[in-house]
């Protein structure tokens, strides 16, 4: 604290010493010194002479052979003392690869009291910041958790420092902990296919397998796998021994025709590295439907020539009946109701029974079929049937 004492008139510094004073008890004494009309005495006081809370000082001048007192006071607030505070960092796991992570959590305890401390810890490499997090309660206690990457550490030993800030009413303080990074075990992909070639709409199952290029332990993770460039789908891993496979079933809707790269992504996860592998799929374009039309003679109580049709598809491509002419002839009309279904299944048969009513009728019986496979590609066939009268 500073006295200041002026002489209300000339030049002359007023002598002699200042007493502060804290109510009724003293708290010092200080000589003054100055020149110009003007004089100080400054006092160092500790928290410790005054009460908690506010307190008018008075600095009391009493005067000299040529000056007369005077006084001044000033309310200096005394503040409870911040509460000391201890910081301990600890990491989960210590040690981790540099695709990994780790979660640093720092406990932040007083020394004394049952209040909990409050605020934001800070967690840095040295001079790099890793980021903050704030304190909350568990276990009765204070703590701050911050995952940390090991791409953001270096190989080797990383001593990582959590800063408590401190509050209003607690002392700042930090502590530290060692992270080991190592370098992550590196790993194979190897990609098959249950079918390395397959006909449009016929399917293939893949399967990535990866493995550890040391160690007994298995890769864990997920595989992306795709063709041409385009992600086809993203299947886990599923560990077995010293290996982990995913498995993905893929049409030939998701493939070109022709010859396909498919390729199989691993990512890396934990310890492990990321590896890819490749298998190529060919989709064969599957020929027009083969469809056999037959025609046969047969016993029929009604009048007429009772002929019986059947249309099978031997290529195993559905395919559908688009057209039908008898003699030139066209029936197309009457297909739904005389096979009741123009839809011929993969090696399925489409079979019916006409009578053919036509006078005269003619020496040979002509019928032409037409459709289109489920490809797109069109087919004919023909079948032809002698006849000798009714």
Do not use: C
Request: proline share 3%.
């Amino acid at each position: 604290m500073t006295a200041t004492v002026k002489a209300a008139s000339g030049t002359a510094a007023p002598g002699g010493s200042v007493t502060f004073l804290a109510g009724n008890i003293a708290l010092g004494t200080a000589t003054l010194a100055g020149s110009g009309g003007t004089a100080t005495a400054a006092l160092t006081v500790t928290g410790s002479s005054l009460a908690g809370g506010g307190n008018s000082v008075t600095a009391s001048y009493g005067g000299s052979s040529s000056f007369s007192g005077s006084t001044a006071s000033v309310t200096v607030t005394v503040a409870q003392p911040l509460t000391a505070t201890t910081t301990v960092a600890a990491a989960s796991p210590p040690t981790i690869a540099s695709n990994a992570t780790t979660t640093v959590t720092a406990m932040v305890k007083a020394a004394t009291g049952a209040a909990l401390p409050s605020g934001t810890v800070s967690f840095a490499l040295g001079n790099t910041s890793l980021g903050s997090a704030t304190l909350t309660v568990t276990g009765g206690m204070t703590a701050a958790v911050l995952s940390v990457s090991g791409s953001k550490l270096s190989l080797g030993s990383n001593s990582v420092t959590a800063s408590y800030a401190g509050s209003s009413s607690f002392t700042a303080s930090a502590g530290s902990v060692i992270v080991v990074v190592i370098a992550p075990v590196a790993t194979t992909t190897a990609l098959t296919a249950s079918s390395a070639s397959i006909a449009v709409g016929a399917t293939t199952q893949l399967t990535a397998t990866v493995k550890a290029t040391s160690g007994s332990a298995a890769p864990t993770g997920s595989v992306t796998f795709a063709a041409g460039g385009v992600s086809l789908a993203t299947a886990a891993l599923v560990v077995s021994g010293a290996s982990a496979t995913a498995s993905l079933s893929v049409t030939s809707s998701s493939l070109a025709l022709g010859s396909d790269t498919i390729t199989a992504s691993y990512s890396g996860s934990g310890g492990f590295s990321a590896s890819s592998g490749s298998v190529v799929v060919t989709v064969a374009s599957v020929a027009a439907s083969n469809v056999v039309a037959t025609a046969a003679k047969t016993t029929n109580a009604q009048s007429g020539f009772a002929v019986e049709i059947q249309l099978q598809e031997t290529a195993g491509a559905a395919t559908t009946l688009t057209g039908f002419t008898i003699n030139g002839t066209n029936f197309t009309p009457s297909i739904g109701a005389s096979f009741e279904s123009a839809q011929i299944a993969a090696h399925g048969t489409l079979t019916t029974t006409m009578n053919i009513q036509w006078t005269p009728l003619p020496a040979t019986l002509v019928f032409v079929f037409n459709g289109v496979d489920a490809s797109g590609r069109q087919w004919t066939q023909t079948a032809s049937l002698a006849t000798t009268g009714k």
